[in-house]
């Protein structure tokens, strides 16, 4: 075992956490399927060999394919291809760092499942530099079944972040809003939630009436949202671990657009019980309400700054939608956006210094990030209905809903804009994708 | 059906001289909504009248067919990122607002809607300031209130599921909706 110095034992209870999200499982949603669209074949060539397994029969879940799949997908791996592989190491002892120099992998992981008692198993894994032939990270976990794939995007994970120098976001969830429509006039909305693969998709909420503006609570425990299903928007927030649902705002005329505060202690929403849309910060324990804007112009969207400071929304007090900043207080208010006909739906960026935005020239409606320091407007995409962009918690990918063939779809772009991916439904259109915050209780 | 939808448009018509519209079982004109877009140059196609006996210059109130033809049209349209209405649609709206004044027992919701170019919830709040311009001259022309409620679902709900011009233009509309 002295080998195995730096090697941590994490014994996480995870199985736990699947049986919670088990409970939201009832029929098995569609999954969507990703493809890389721009930027494949680029980045750090990397050999991830199949793990070994020590139990009985075929291993429960391929956690090296996953693995694999998470880095080839964020178009800054590529994942080699296992024919070229001369030998397959299980364990250190089996490593010959030349023969994955000669396939010109810079990086190289193996692993190894062996069961661990009924329906557990342990998964450990190494990670090695081939050319300075160096062990780079090294992690063993002993895990329930149903979390097998959430180890193996943790396991992706940290290969990035010791590659890359960043955070990677493979272990973190999207939530979505899908519609299908069996006969027309009959649509069906549910607003899911999947693994940032697209498997383990779930249903949380299911209505025949539009649903929108899924967000995150900063824990990733809840999702407030807003339902049409009374006829008219109203706010909700659903607990993901309970199932709980909470009615937030049915005032009179629109209750909209709700955004979390950071320390997820206040809702900041968009009200039009006074006669037309304003924001409005509630404090979620006393249900209090603070109306920060006072404009007869239309006031939405709004989006907090990671710090806690300032709230971006869209207002067209100017004649057209442009992204505005105002204090927390609502005192001091800026205009951030002077160039395109239309500028709306911001958020924030992990680092909070620039938003990602629906900009709109000549009727095309694209997504663009303006960097805070100098207002420099960045066009990403060149499609024209594009919408509802965010940030992944690490900053690297903003993902956004667009249309292809008259289809709905999500897609994401890379913050820099070379790594482009398309996320479909087989059937159906799937809009107002939101990326969770990171899965906390999984980090180590 | 062409029969049925004559003797339905007379009756409105007749109904806004004869007021037997005081039986609101009838949920106001009971006709079906022949109305197509404003193209984008803001043209109204399908404002003809469906008869041609009204007498259009005779009295104040205009021609009986002719107010029947207006109150056929359930659904008013407007441009992009606009809540204004141009002079066709808003010949729709007085008229309804004129029955509805005449009428006092009927209630309608405006539903506001948008085309789905640019953000949802912009679009919603877009589609709440074309209900409150309709509500806004149905209130000038003596419309109670109360008898007026507006909603907007925004771009959630297209009548022309297509992504092009054509179907936006439908898209962007206000529907006079009698409870």
Redesign the interface.
């Known amino acids: 075992m002295a080998r195995m110095m730096n090697l941590m034992t994490l014994r996480l209870w995870l199985g736990a956490l699947a049986v919670v999200l088990l409970v939201w499982a009832r029929s098995a949603p569609a999954i969507l399927t990703i493809e890389i669209t721009e930027g494949a074949g680029t980045g750090i060539p990397i050999a991830v060999v199949p793990f070994g397994w020590s139990g009985p029969g075929q291993a429960p879940q391929s956690v090296a394919d996953i693995i694999g799949s998470d880095l080839a997908r964020s178009g800054r791996f590529v994942s080699l291809s296992r024919k070229d592989f001369v030998s397959l190491p299980k364990d250190e002892k089996d490593v010959v760092f030349k023969e994955w120099r000669v396939i010109k992998a810079e990086a190289l992981v193996i692993g190894s499942i062996a069961p661990a008692g009924p329906g557990r198993y342990e998964i450990q894994f190494r990670l090695y530099d081939v050319l300075k032939q160096a062990q780079l990270a090294g992690f063993r976990y002993t895990v329930g079944a149903p979390v097998l794939r959430t180890v193996a995007h943790q396991i992706a994970d940290v290969v990035y972040e010791k590659l890359t120098g960043e955070p990677g976001a493979f272990n973190t969830r999207i939530a979505y809003i899908t519609r299908e429509a069996p006969r027309p006039k009959e649509a069906i909305y549910k607003l899911q939630i999947a693994d940032s693969d697209g498997y383990n998709p779930r249903t949380v909420v299911r209505s025949v009436e539009p649903m929108l503006s899924p967000a995150w609570s900063p824990d990733g425990k809840r999702i407030a949202y807003v339902s049409f299903e009374d006829k008219r928007p109203k706010i909700y927030m659903q607990n993901l671990a309970d199932g709980r649902r909470e009615l937030i705002a049915e005032f009179k005329g629109i209750n909209g657009a709700p955004a979390w505060s950071p320390d997820g202690k206040r809702l900041a929403l968009s009200l039009s019980r006074d006669g037309d849309p304003e924001i409005y910060v509630m404090d979620l324990a006393t249900r209090k309400l603070q109306r920060l804007t006072n404009d007869p112009a239309i006031d939405t969207e709004p989006a907090w700054s990671p710090d806690g400071r300032f709230i971006a929304f869209t207002s067209d007090r100017a004649g057209r939608p442009q992204i505005y900043r105002m204090s927390t207080d609502g005192r001091q208010t800026q205009r951030l956006t002077f160039e395109g006909d239309y500028n709306a739906r911001a958020s924030y960026a992990p680092d909070g210094r620039s938003l990602t935005l629906v900009s709109a020239l000549q009727g095309q409606f694209r997504i663009a990030t303006l960097k805070l320091d100098g207002n420099a407007l960045q066009v990403l995409t060149d499609t024209s209905l594009d919408e509802s962009p965010s940030f992944a918690p690490n900053g690297r990918i903003i993902l956004y809903a667009t249309e292809v063939k008259g289809r709905g779809v999500l897609a994401s772009v890379s913050a820099d804009g070379r790594v482009r991916q398309l996320y479909r439904l087989e059937e159906g259109d799937v809009r107002e994708p939101a990326w969770s915050p990171y899965n906390r209780e999984l980090q180590f | 059906m062409q029969t049925k939808l004559g003797l339905v448009l007379l009756c409105a018509g007749s109904l806004w001289f004869s007021g037997c519209a005081t039986d609101t079982s009838t949920k106001g004109p009971q006709v079906e909504d022949k109305t197509t877009a404003a193209s984008t140059t803001g043209t109204q196609t399908g404002s003809q009248p469906l008869r041609d006996s009204g007498d259009t210059k005779g009295g104040a109130l205009g021609g009986t067919a002719a107010e029947a033809d207006l109150l056929a049209k359930r659904r008013v349209y407007f441009e992009f990122?606009s809540s204004a209405l141009d002079a066709d649609n808003r010949r729709i709206v007085e008229a309804h607002a004129r029955y509805l004044a005449a009428n006092p027992k009927l209630r309608v919701t405006l539903e506001g809607h948008a085309d789905?170019?640019?953000?949802?919830?912009?679009n919603?709040?877009?589609g709440?300031?074309r209900g409150?311009a309709v509500e806004k001259i149905m209130r000038v022309l003596g419309v109670t209130a109360g008898n007026l409620a507006?909603?907007?679902?925004?771009e959630?709900?297209p009548i022309a599921?297509?992504?092009n011009e054509s179907a936006w233009a439908l898209n962007r509309r206000v529907e006079i909706i009698y409870q």
Do not use: C, M
């Open positions: 990122d789905e170019r640019g953000t949802r919830e912009y919603i709040a877009l709440e300031r409150q507006v909603t907007s679902f925004g959630e709900k599921p297509e992504h």
